[in-house]
């Protein structure tokens, strides 16, 4: 007995309820999700390295300590912000590609709802990570933020409960709320992953053209097993897509150069703390993937 099937002997690996998976669906688009879930995980731990180092009472300081002073600190810092970048994007484009391929509809309804719910807490727990920074852009962004909020008066209490007393300089709440969102999505994710391995991936229309759209038994028997083929296919894809995390920032500063000359949307090294000098020269602007929060303050009265 080889060492593989010994570690499937005693794992169980054959008797797990996992997808198996048609020769035709080894193709990255069929495995985006994935993708998206290997992201989280880099996200993760490379947010848990920063957790170390960072204090939610002097965050800019902190950071800033983090980037000069820690070996390795500003490539932690910055692959985790590509990281989040990465997840963000890779989940729209698994979220339109599902939508599009039709995988909302029975029996995956639960699914995509899920999937939904996750993108939006995705963006939140972003969006709570770019503000503990503590730079004049964070500064500015949780400015709009409360704006927002407090423009739907029924919705005011909920800025103390979210920021605490964050225009004190004290990041404690947000940062709190960042680590409970971040478990609350792997939490949902693991439900995800779950439903999503009973179902099976959405089959090709020249497969099943009709709902609900999934293989019977007897089709699903006749597939590759999740040990070793899918397995080892999910694995490559999350070195891939680690790999190019942590290439990210190296080919931006190669090409661009950093912090000078990178454009500010992707620029990952703080601006000026807020009541500095500096920050007066600087044109604030949102996280990217919060443009759009920005153009409904732009059309409500009392945010700007």
């Known amino acids: 007995m080889g060492v593989s099937e010994w570690f499937k002997e005693r ?6 309820p996992f997808f198996r ?3 035709y669906m080894y193709k990255v688009e069929y495995w985006l999700g994935a993708l998206v879930a290997a ?4 996200t993760v731990i490379s947010g848990l390295i920063l957790l170390l180092y960072y204090n939610p009472e002097a965050g800019y300081s902190s950071t800033e300590t983090l980037i000069q002073e820690v070996p390795y600190g500003s490539v932690v810092l910055y692959s985790h912000l590509y990281g989040a970048y990465a997840m963000i994007i890779l989940a729209y484009v698994h979220m339109f590609r599902n939508y599009f391929a039709g995988a909302y509809k029975k029996p995956r309804e639960l699914l995509w709802i899920l999937g939904v719910l996750m993108l939006v807490l995705t963006l939140g727990t972003a969006f709570l990570g770019y503000s503990l920074i503590g730079d004049a852009l964070a500064t500015s962004a949780v400015d709009v933020g409360e704006g927002i909020i407090t423009s739907v008066p029924s919705l005011s209490f909920l800025i103390p409960i979210l ?3 964050y225009d004190a300089g004290d990041y404690g709440r947000v940062l709190a709320w960042h680590i409970i969102l971040a478990a609350l ?3 949902l994710f693991m439900l995800h992953f779950f439903m999503a391995e009973h179902y099976g991936m959405m089959p090709s229309k020249k497969e099943k053209n009709k709902a609900p759209a999934v293989y019977t038994k007897e089709e699903w028997q006749k597939f590759n097993p999740w040990w070793p083929r899918n397995f080892v296919y999910m694995t490559s894809l999350v070195f891939m897509t680690w790999g190019f995390i942590l290439l990210i920032p190296n080919a931006l500063a190669y090409l661009n150069g950093l912090p000078q000359e990178l454009n500010p949307f992707l620029n990952p090294k703080p601006a000026p703390p807020p009541n500095s000098p500096a920050a007066a020269h600087i044109t604030t602007y949102p996280p990217w993937f919060f443009l759009f929060l920005y153009k409904i303050a732009d059309f409500t009265s009392d945010v700007v």
């Open 11 to 16: 794992l169980g690996l054959d008797d797990l």
């Open 21 to 23: 998976t048609p020769d």
């Open 185 to 187: 999505i792997g939490v």
């Open 39 to 42: 992201s989280f995980i880099y």
């Open 163 to 165: 920021f605490g007393n």
